[in-house]
């Protein structure tokens, strides 16, 4: 038998529309402000760092199944790989995907938030995709820094002089430098991300450089931006092209940052960093990976490294190697945001999340997350000690977060821009065309690896589906067995308690019912406060909240008052502040003198409570490892009073 805090615990927090406007507004509180420049600076770190990194693997596996890398397939990779980045990167993400921001913020949970703020009703397909999407993220996270990193530390091999005594130590210095990276995020990286920019940008120069210096020596790899070499690549080696295509979709892995990180640094940095130097830079060494591998055909087995010049090595060893800590970095601090919004939606049990940074909004870190995140790439590196093994598993994860963006969009396009079905399926059949080519050429990949993030992607959709029917049987069953609140009230103004000074609040999840804690109190203490409010956190399906939206009081009689705080599902609830805002409306709270009253609900699993008995199980793990909600709440401790019931679920 474990418990659980009534109040928000054990159920998903309900989404609040009624204090809503402009849902396709662009502008958050607090949003990012700067010079322009600072700002795109700031992007190309935190957003293109992963994508930065697919020169190091993407065009060598792409041609690996290609014996000899003769002239054609060089050229149907680059253009295959070129017009990925211009179809999936700028059209789909740039130029399409960016304007359907959530208040300016972007990512899979806040699009699914708006999807559902536009149809106007909670719709379980768009729930089951938000799941998916962000469960591929989750994914995504893992691999990410293994595969990345890795390909950085394997440059070693090729090393002069040294290559072969350093080749054994590489995977023992991937893993020390990934160990160091997650344990150092408890003390917070603001300090570091300052640079990350800086070093990313001249990371992407690097990469210019190298492509520039190769492609004097072939010029007519320029041909491979032509679109018809990557058609009639595909249309001649028919179904080893289309196996091709899941390699060549390394090059655009990350691309779901530049909508995902919209939020921290605006629209227009992101899109001048991707269009001035990020693509550019990108395609300037892919071009030059192709002039080696048409000048050297042998070279083509580690093209990056190959081509770098011997006099330069060991420098852009070690750049590469910070540029793929940098993108690990920011993959890491997207698990942790992403899972602040899925905790405030609803999806996730309560975490322990901590602010690393008093002046960084965006600064967090979630003990458990980054414990689990470490085991599971510790874990991936033990099964594929080679980059060009995890790049087997690498790509599907990202591919169908990227499929789940483009079906969420329909509904963005059909429902709130007012599109007619025929205009909607027109303009989103070719991204979903292209994505589904690029999710079903790595599925091929599976017996490779692929089904590693398969795997996780389905464990935690498992987990996050467990926790929110769970919850919701919970809730039914509590409504179904308490008494409302207007019956309540009504019964002690016919025979009222004996009163105590001070003010009590009860947190509940569910406003029209009883709280646990309150009945307890009368049932046990028999008296009632003078002034009693029943409080429900809410969470809204918008980033922020303003503060003269935060706080709604509702007089239920002379006894009671509903007090409902809302916040944003990118905000961090903090009770006793918002507390300080009912002023503004005629109540004074005395913090040190108000009584907080928790219910604890004590869950019992039955054969036939609506799930399985294994999945009870599970809910019952979670919500036994669930945070405390005093802690969640920011509610002083000494001022909890905590008081449980039994529930058969």
């Not at 680059?78 to 130029?95: D, E, G, P, Q, R």
């Not at 007012?418 to 080519?437: C, E, G, M, N, T």
């Not at 909600?629 to 449980?644: K, S």
Request: aromatic letters at 10%.
């Amino acid at each position: 038998m474990v418990t659980s805090g009534e109040a928000g615990a054990g159920q998903s927090l309900p989404v609040d529309r009624a204090n809503e406007q402009n849902p396709g507004g662009s502008h958050k509180p607090g949003g990012h402000r700067g010079p322009f420049l600072s700002l795109t600076v700031g992007a190309i770190g935190v957003v293109f760092g992963d994508i930065g990194t697919s020169p190091l693997y993407a065009m060598r596996e792409a041609l690996a199944r290609v014996e000899g890398a003769p002239e054609g397939a060089v050229l149907g990779v680059l253009s295959l790989i070129f017009w990925a980045l211009i179809l999936v990167v700028t059209v789909k993400y740039v130029v399409f995907l960016m304007r359907a921001d959530n208040k300016g913020e972007g990512g899979t949970l806040a699009l699914m938030a708006l999807a559902q703020h536009a149809i106007g009703r909670r719709s379980a397909l768009v729930f089951f995709l938000g799941l998916c999407g962000a469960a591929l993220f989750y994914a995504d996270g893992v691999l990410t820094p293994a595969v990345s990193v890795l390909s950085a530390v394997e440059g070693l091999r090729e090393a002069p002089v040294l290559g072969r005594t350093l080749s054994p130590f590489v995977l023992p210095i991937t893993v020390g430098i990934l160990v160091t990276l997650f344990l150092v995020q408890s003390r917070g990286t603001a300090g570091l991300a300052r640079a990350f920019g800086p070093i990313t940008a001249v990371w992407f120069l690097i990469l210019a450089g190298l492509g520039v210096f190769h492609i004097f020596n072939e010029p007519a790899v320029l041909w491979g931006l032509s679109p018809h070499h990557g058609a009639r690549f595909l249309i001649e080696n028919g179904f080893l092209g289309f196996v091709i295509l899941g390699s060549v979709f390394l090059a655009v892995t990350g691309a779901e940052a530049l909508y995902t990180d919209m939020g921290h640094f605006g629209k227009s940095p992101i899109r001048a960093g991707w269009l001035f130097l990020v693509l550019p830079c990108l395609m300037l060494n892919y071009l030059g990976q192709g002039a080696l591998a048409l000048s050297q055909p042998e070279a083509a087995e580690n093209l990056f490294w190959m081509m770098v010049p011997e006099i330069v090595y060991w420098p852009i060893l070690v750049m590469a190697t910070l540029a793929t800590i940098i993108a690990s970095q920011a993959v890491i601090t997207g698990a942790f945001s992403i899972t602040g919004q899925a905790v405030q939606l609803g999806l996730l049990p309560r975490l322990n999340i901590r602010r690393t940074s008093e002046t960084e909004a965006g600064q967090i870190y979630v003990p458990s997350i980054n414990i689990i995140m470490l085991a599971g790439v510790l874990l991936l590196l033990a099964m594929f000690p080679a980059s060009s093994r995890l790049a087997g598993a690498y790509g599907v994860a990202v591919t169908g977060a990227m499929l789940v963006d483009t079906l969420l969009a329909f509904f963005i396009l059909r429902f709130m821009w007012k599109r007619s079905l025929p205009v909607s399926l027109v303009v989103l059949a070719p991204f979903a065309l292209i994505d589904l080519s690029f999710f079903g050429s790595n599925l091929l990949k599976v017996p490779q690896g692929a089904w590693a993030p398969l795997a996780i992607g389905a464990g935690i959709v498992l987990i996050m589906w467990t926790w929110t029917r769970g919850s919701q049987l919970l809730a039914e069953r509590a409504r179904r067995d308490s008494l409302s609140m207007e019956e309540l009230a009504s019964m002690l103004h016919k025979r009222p308690p004996p009163r105590t000074p001070g003010t009590a609040i009860f947190l509940t999840s569910d406003p029209e019912i009883a709280p646990v804690a309150l009945m307890h109190n009368l049932k046990h203490n028999r008296v009632l406060h003078q002034q009693n409010f029943i409080l429900t956190v809410k969470t809204a399906d918008r980033p922020h909240v303003p503060p003269e939206r935060r706080i709604e009081i509702a007089p239920l009689n002379e006894d009671f008052k509903r007090l409902t705080i809302t916040y944003g599902f990118m905000e961090t609830p903090n009770i006793p502040k918002a507390l300080a805002l009912c002023r503004k409306q005629g109540l004074k709270f005395d913090i040190m003198a108000t009584s907080f009253f928790l219910g604890r609900r004590s869950v019992v699993p039955t054969p036939h409570g609506g799930m399985p008995l294994w999945q009870d199980q599970l809910y019952l793990f979670l919500m036994r490892n669930a945070a405390n909600p005093t802690d969640f709440f920011h509610i002083p401790p000494g001022r909890v009073v905590e008081m449980g019931t039994q529930v058969k679920v």
